[in-house]
């Protein structure tokens, strides 16, 4: 029966991981002598501080590399990725990471690389047919309304192209055409779209491309039936395939190659931004014309007045510079003038909006409306018996108004500001 390891057991100390790298590095570094290795090369990074890295592979493995900047200053090989070469190099045990690289210190050219050799065949091959042929290129629209990009939706790529459209103030649509780029199907999902782009036939211009990478990476785009399917195309294509080094198939088939997606954006926009800049300066132009027709007919008309004056050039002279200060005096009083004058208009404007305020004009009615109540209270016959007297009215309930209206024996009625009271008339 299998039991597990105790860790803790008598003993037993158990290794840090830096002690356990540490010894495997002994056992790789001492174990492995320095040998020739032969295989390509991809992932090729050169470092500012001179060092150069790459990952050396075959059909069935891949190993780190290293070129440290010393031994990388003295090789006459220049490193590209996709070239076979023969190296000489020791084993050596990255700690910080815990993997292994081989420390290269000899590149000697083994000749072109698996991929690179099928490349020229093929391209070889294809160019023989007509295939790249300059009379089969078809023109690349000027100012193209609806373009497709043939791409993956999730790359740099096309940010960096729809970015591109948008900073540069383009019009027209972008529809992008979502496909693999890379590894397998990646041909063969391009070659689909290609054929739904035309199908649809609303598209000017396509454009078929992905950012940039090893020969590995960018291999789909060297595949016979998407290369065959570009130069077919019915629809004008731009090819904008990786970095301005990085040549594929596609490149010599399409009608036009960009060095990148976003020089595709600068190529497919810069017709546009000519005319727009073109329009800019017109309108400028005319601007200027317009201001120099201005200029010249107030110059004929300050010549035609001096012409009627015979003056030194001294006094020409002065009077030009008074009148330089007069229309500076007069543009700053008619400035001023104008802000006074908007200030004015403003203030009555206002001062009249005030005056209409329903909010106001209620208030100011509600008081005047009080006033005559209080003017009214104050006139009334109540307010007057409340002051003390007394309102005398015949069996009709009329007000008696003078003396002479009463005869001897009449009943009347006074009316006191508390209530009313009968009287008689005894004698008048």
């Known amino acids: 029966m299998k039991t597990e390891p105790d860790p803790a057991g008598e003993g037993v100390r158990p290794e840090s991981v830096s002690e356990f790298t540490r010894r495997v590095k002994v056992l790789l570094e001492s174990g492995l002598r320095p040998s020739w290795i032969r295989g390509e090369i991809s992932n090729l990074r050169a470092q500012a501080s001179g060092h150069v890295y790459f990952s050396l592979k075959d059909a069935g493995a891949q190993l780190s590399a290293v070129l440290f900047r010393g031994d990388a200053a003295r090789q006459t090989v220049k490193l590209r990725d996709g ?8 084993v050596s045990v990255y700690e910080a990471r815990g993997q292994y690289q081989l420390i290269v210190r000899v590149v000697v050219d083994d000749g072109v690389g698996r991929l690179q050799r099928e490349f020229e065949a093929l391209k070889a091959r294809l160019a023989a047919e007509g295939l790249f042929a300059a009379e089969r290129k078809k023109p690349v629209p000027e100012m193209p309304r609806t373009v497709g990009f043939i791409t993956s939706p ?4 096309v940010r960096d192209f729809l970015r591109i459209l948008t900073r540069r103030g383009w019009r027209g649509r972008a529809v992008v055409l979502p496909a693999k780029v890379q590894g ?15 199908e ?3 598209f000017d211009l396509l454009v078929i491309g992905r950012g940039g990478g090893s020969l590995e990476d960018l291999w789909a785009f060297n595949e016979e039936a998407l290369v065959r399917a570009v130069a077919a195309c019915t629809v004008p294509i731009v090819s904008a395939v990786g970095h301005e080094i990085d040549f594929t198939l596609c490149d010599f088939a399409a009608d036009v190659r960009a060095e990148t997606p976003s020089a595709a954006a600068e190529l497919i926009t810069s017709h546009f931004v000519a005319c727009a800049e073109r329009a800019r300066q017109a309108g400028v132009a005319l601007a200027a014309r317009a201001g120099a ?22 006094a020409r002279i002065e009077r030009g510079w008074l009148r330089v200060d007069d229309l500076s005096n007069q543009l700053a009083a008619a400035l001023r003038h104008a802000v006074q004058a908007r200030r004015q208009r403003l203030a009555e404007g206002r001062a009249a909006f005030a005056r209409h305020d329903p909010e106001r004009r209620v208030q100011t009615e509600s008081h005047r409306l009080l006033a005559l109540w209080k003017r ?4 009334s016959p109540a307010s007057v018996l409340n002051r003390g007297f007394v309102i005398i009215r015949d069996e009709s309930g009329r007000p008696v108004e003078r003396r002479r209206g009463v005869a001897p024996g009449q009943r009347l009625e006074a009316e006191f500001g508390d209530g009313t009271l009968p009287v008689r008339v005894e004698k008048p």
């Not at 999730?154 to 790529?157: N, R, S």
């Not at 990646?186 to 290609?194: R, S, T």
């Not at 027709?293 to 001294?314: W, Y």
Request: cysteine-free; charged content about 20%; proline content about 2%.
């Open 376 to 379: 009214l209270q104050a006139a």
């Open 293 to 314: 027709g201005f200029e010249r007919a107030a110059a004929d008309l300050d010549h035609a007045r001096s012409r009627l004056r015979l003056l030194a050039p001294a």
């Open 83 to 90: 070239l076979q070469v023969i190296v000489y190099g020791e």
């Open 154 to 157: 999730t790359g740099a790529a």
């Open 200 to 202: 649809l036939g609303i």
């Open 184 to 198: 397998e199907g990646a041909a063969a999902e391009m070659v689909a779209m290609l054929a739904l782009a035309q």
